[in-house]
């Protein structure tokens, strides 16, 4: 009679060395059949009585038996040792791949959430997690000792996915389940986009539906604020309308040499915010947030808010380098994107000391020395990511309302400290007189305005209003632009893509950013899980904070 096939699973002694069972060979030993033939397979050595094994009924019951259990003794050392080398070598037996598993049914995808760390909940180890598809839950292993297996028998869930070859598994039966009915389940794990895809992303003007029956636009899913991470969620939600930049890491082939966890992360992060087969409507940051206290050395963290302006600096920076990123032009997709060039004029004065000796008055001393000023002047170019701009300092008195006076200001007032003219003084690292002009416009320029001034004793934040045009922002009119070196004229127009603001008292408050959507050229409010569609007149009337224009083609 043969035994099932769970003999032939894989199973961990002790040692934990993989055995695996030979049903078959040891059916024959119990019924007592071909022992030679075992003998032989196996190499053991013959019995010093000459022809035991070729005939036991010369024997009588008892030294029959005995042979028999010699044989068997000998059959499972051997089996042991050949599967133990096997194991050494890597040679694992292959799993069953069965194309119909009882338990699909009990697949529960509302609660999937592959959003978080790939950690086994119990041994919080990294290493080969699977996840539950009918509680959700990380578990380790599939072995008969480790925790998947553990979690199938006690609780009765039996479809386990592989978080990283994406293979299914029943448990504890132990073979691999090839349906095509998982496949949207592996999308939402790893989602796949083509190049082709990539690039229609902007055209696409159809919404996608949750699990829930709730409605979402790919690219416009809210970001959970997991504790105080709002100024995280805003620059990306900011940088996902940077096309080239968002196409770049949808391409997994563009950074698969790069051994950088931020930059697998970010990319992972984009992969799901723009995915269209997502099971629910939103995206939680986890991940990235824990690259990114990781690679910050913590000066960015969960639960600590900080500045939108500094962590997009930062961002940008550490990416560039972690993508092998040199000074040069163009050395990485965020110098391709976010880079341009000023020119720095800086005035630095100097005092020289003259003796007075032969022109100083009778009965005066004849070491009287007096110093005259000299200007010196150093020109040098300087790449930049962003630019930083400076806002009128606000009115101190009330007005007879007994309220404050917010003032406005055109952005282009602003402006004209990159003409090349303005002249702006500096305290540190020295007095000096600065002097900036733009040579080189990028494709995508950031603007950011410094509303918060920091002394001894506490922040304070300017409610200067900036009023700014939505399209057609036209540099020309207001900085000297040299022409490029190969003759052509300079794109000088830009389009408002992404407008971030900051509400509520300095050194607290939160951040919401309007984003505007290519297909349609509709605007949408996003603050954490919440989107809305709004007016793009609504855009310009808040306390904007940091901006990226978009150059037009």
Not at 145 to 157: D, N, V
Not at 366 to 389: H, I, Y
Not at 443 to 448: G, K, P, R, S
Request: charged fraction near 30%.
């Amino acid at each position: 009679m043969k035994r099932d096939r769970e003999d032939e699973d894989e199973v961990r002694d002790d040692d934990g060395a993989a055995l695996a069972t030979r049903g078959d060979e040891r059916d024959d030993l119990r019924n007592g059949d071909d022992l030679n033939g075992i003998r032989k397979k196996f190499k053991i050595p013959d019995s010093p009585r000459q022809g035991v094994l070729s005939n036991l009924g010369d024997y009588g019951e008892e030294e029959e038996e005995e042979e028999e259990e010699r044989v068997k003794e000998k059959v499972y050392e051997y089996e042991s040792d050949e599967e133990a080398e096997r194991s050494r070598a890597g040679m694992r037996r292959d799993t069953e791949v069965r194309k119909d598993c009882p338990y699909l049914d009990t697949v529960n995808r509302q609660v999937l959430d592959f959003d978080f760390e790939k950690f086994c909940s119990v041994s919080l180890s990294n290493l080969n997690v699977y996840a539950c598809l009918v509680c959700g839950k990380y578990y380790q292993g599939r072995g008969r000792k480790s925790h998947a297996y553990t979690h199938s028998l006690e609780a009765g869930h039996h479809v386990f996915i592989n978080l990283h070859t994406e293979k299914v598994y029943c448990l504890p039966d132990g073979y691999e389940v090839n349906d095509p009915s998982l496949d949207d389940i592996r999308y939402v794990l790893n989602p796949r986009f083509t190049r082709a895809q990539a690039e229609q992303l902007d055209k696409i003007k159809q919404w996608s539906r949750a699990l829930d029956g709730s409605d979402y636009l790919p690219g416009m899913v809210g970001i959970n604020n997991i504790k105080e991470n709002d100024f995280v969620n805003v620059t990306i939600q900011s940088l996902m309308r940077v096309t080239p930049l968002r196409n770049f890491f949808l391409l997994p082939e563009n950074y698969k040499s790069c051994k950088s966890p931020l930059v697998q992360r970010f990319g992972e992060l984009t992969k799901k915010i723009w995915h269209t087969k997502n099971f629910k409507g939103q995206v939680s940051p986890h991940e990235f947030l824990q690259a990114v206290m990781v690679a910050s050395k913590k000066r960015f963290r969960i639960g600590v808010q900080s500045d939108p302006v500094e962590f997009m600096s930062w961002l940008l920076n550490t990416l560039h380098t972690d993508l092998n990123g040199t000074k040069k032009r163009n050395s990485s997709i965020i110098y391709k994107c976010f880079q341009g060039e000023l020119e720095v004029t800086k005035e630095t004065q100097k005092k020289r000391f003259s003796e007075r000796s032969e022109s100083a008055p009778s009965g005066a001393d004849a070491e009287v020395k007096v110093d005259s000023k000299t200007l010196d002047q150093e020109v040098s170019k300087m790449p930049f990511l962003m630019l930083g701009l400076d806002l009128p300092p606000p009115p101190l008195f009330k007005d007879v309302m007994e309220k404050n006076i917010i003032p406005q200001i055109p952005l282009f007032n602003i402006l004209k400290k990159f003409d090349g003219e303005m002249v702006t003084e500096v305290v540190r690292p020295q007095l000096a007189r600065m002097k900036y002009k733009i040579t080189r416009l990028p494709q995508y320029i950031i603007l950011h305005m410094r509303r918060f001034t920091k002394n001894n004793f506490f922040m304070e934040k300017n409610p200067t209003l900036v009023n700014f045009p939505v399209k057609n922002l036209e540099l020309k009119d207001y900085i000297p632009l040299p022409t490029s070196a190969d003759g052509e004229k300079q794109r000088t127009k830009y389009d408002l893509i992404a407008n971030l603001v900051h509400d509520g008292k300095p050194g607290e408050g939160s951040y919401r950013v309007f984003v505007q959507r290519k297909s349609d050229e509709m605007w949408y409010e996003m603050q954490d899980l919440h989107v809305n569609e709004t007016l793009p007149q609504m855009v310009a009337l808040s306390e904007t904070y940091m901006q990226i224009y978009e150059q037009q083609q």
